[in-house]
């Protein structure tokens, strides 16, 4: 009874990728496997795919940000993707600048009716060029944006079988994202005591240290100052919040009956390009008394 349910669920199941191992339920490899990451390159975004068939079929095409719901009903399908390549001109082809294809195939645009939504097609030349065949994995697929559009990593790719005879002959699968670490980040600020407190304001210059595997430009953020006491509104000046800003400028001040003096703590955040982020702080202090400069 046991072996007869089994084999009933995976013909139901299908393409959905779970198969009945002995020990129970378990997740197996999807026929085709599309990969993403991101990278920061001159002001731009950069999204780099990678396609495994893992299937006994040929590929021929590949359709990032379009979802079919593995069904033949066009009416539920989901366009995702909101921001164009960089360049694009309404036009069905990319600038070379702004993408890239492997070898033998193409990249091109597609777009709803009204224009809101769309979709990128890496697709085969022609019939003399090279198919993604079974255990082949591509990469060398890149679009370029002007700006970060999530619905390029958490979308889905829309994947043709152009020989197969059987249905379906095509698959729809969620995009795995390949990077899903932050980046290491560090802060160091000079100088890092203020003294003597005398409520004058004091530059502060911040260094930045990061790193990550994937992007080499993360996105550095100011994310907050906050101070051990209560502030003045004039105590904390020319620091723009949620921008790269490294320079700024603090006021010598504390309260007298503070033994502990004031501690200013800066926080920074770097955010990699697949949406990774990491936060760092570090302090400036006044001290109570010139012993604990």
Same mark, same amino acid.
């Given at each position: 009874?046991?072996?007869?349910?089994?084999?009933? !669920?995976?013909?139901?199941? &299908?393409?959905? &990728?779970?198969?009945?191992?002995?020990?129970?339920?378990?997740? =197996?490899?999807?026929?085709?496997?599309?990969?993403?990451?991101?990278?920061?390159?001159?002001?731009?975004? @950069?999204?780099?795919?990678? !396609?495994?068939?893992?299937?006994?079929?040929?590929?021929?095409?590949?359709?990032?940000?379009?979802?079919?719901?593995?069904? #033949?009903?066009?009416?539920?399908?989901?366009?995702?993707?909101?921001?164009?390549?960089? &360049?694009?001109?309404?036009?069905?082809?990319?600038?070379?600048?702004? =993408?890239?294809?492997?070898?033998?195939?193409?990249?091109?645009?597609?777009?709803?009716? #009204?224009?809101?939504?769309?979709?990128? @097609?890496?697709?085969?030349?022609?019939?003399?060029?090279?198919?993604?065949?079974?255990?082949?994995?591509?990469?060398?697929?890149?679009? !370029?944006? #002007?700006? =970060?559009?999530?619905?390029? $990593?958490?979308?889905?790719?829309?994947?043709?079988?152009?020989?197969?005879?059987?249905?379906?002959?095509?698959?729809?699968?969620?995009?795995?994202?390949?990077?899903?670490?932050?980046?290491?980040?560090?802060?160091?600020?000079?100088?890092?005591?203020?003294?003597?407190?005398?409520?004058?304001?004091?530059?502060?210059?911040?260094?930045?240290?990061?790193?990550? #595997?994937?992007?080499?430009?993360?996105?550095?953020?100011?994310?907050?100052?906050?101070?051990?006491?209560?502030?003045?509104?004039?105590?904390?000046?020319?620091?723009?919040?949620?921008?790269?800003?490294?320079?700024?400028?603090?006021?010598?001040?504390?309260?007298?009956?503070? !033994?502990? &003096?004031? $501690?200013?703590?800066?926080?920074?955040?770097?955010?990699?390009?697949?949406?990774?982020?990491?936060?760092?702080?570090?302090?400036?202090?006044?001290?109570?008394?010139?012993?604990?400069?």
């Amino acid at each position: 009874m046991k072996k007869s349910m089994a084999t009933l !669920m995976l013909r139901l199941i &299908g393409w959905a &990728g779970l198969v009945f191992v002995s020990t129970g339920l378990a997740m =197996a490899q999807p026929p085709v496997n599309v990969g993403v990451y991101a990278e920061h390159r001159g002001g731009k975004v @950069v999204y780099h795919y990678r !396609m495994t068939n893992n299937s006994q079929d040929n590929i021929a095409s590949v359709r990032i940000g379009y979802d079919s719901k593995n069904d #033949d009903d066009n009416y539920n399908t989901v366009w995702e993707l909101l921001e164009p390549p960089s &360049g694009w001109l309404l036009t069905g082809s990319i600038p070379p600048a702004s =993408a890239t294809s492997p070898p033998g195939w193409h990249v091109y645009v597609i777009v709803t009716e #009204d224009g809101e939504t769309l979709s990128i @097609v890496w697709k085969v030349v022609d019939k003399y060029s090279p198919r993604l065949l079974p255990s082949q994995t591509f990469t060398g697929m890149s679009v !370029m944006l #002007d700006k =970060a559009d999530a619905n390029y $990593i958490t979308g889905h790719a829309f994947i043709r079988f152009p020989d197969k005879i059987q249905k379906p002959a095509s698959l729809t699968v969620p995009l795995e994202r390949l990077d899903t670490t932050p980046p290491t980040l560090s802060v160091t600020l000079n100088p890092t005591t203020l003294w003597p407190p005398n409520d004058k304001l004091v530059p502060i210059t911040a260094t930045i240290t990061v790193k990550d #595997d994937y992007d080499p430009e993360p996105e550095i953020k100011l994310e907050s100052i906050t101070a051990s006491e209560t502030l003045s509104a004039d105590d904390i000046q020319d620091a723009q919040l949620g921008t790269d800003d490294r320079s700024f400028s603090l006021a010598a001040k504390r309260a007298g009956n503070n !033994m502990a &003096g004031r $501690i200013y703590t800066v926080t920074y955040s770097s955010t990699d390009a697949s949406g990774n982020k990491a936060t760092a702080s570090a302090t400036v202090t006044v001290p109570h008394d010139q012993g604990k400069k």
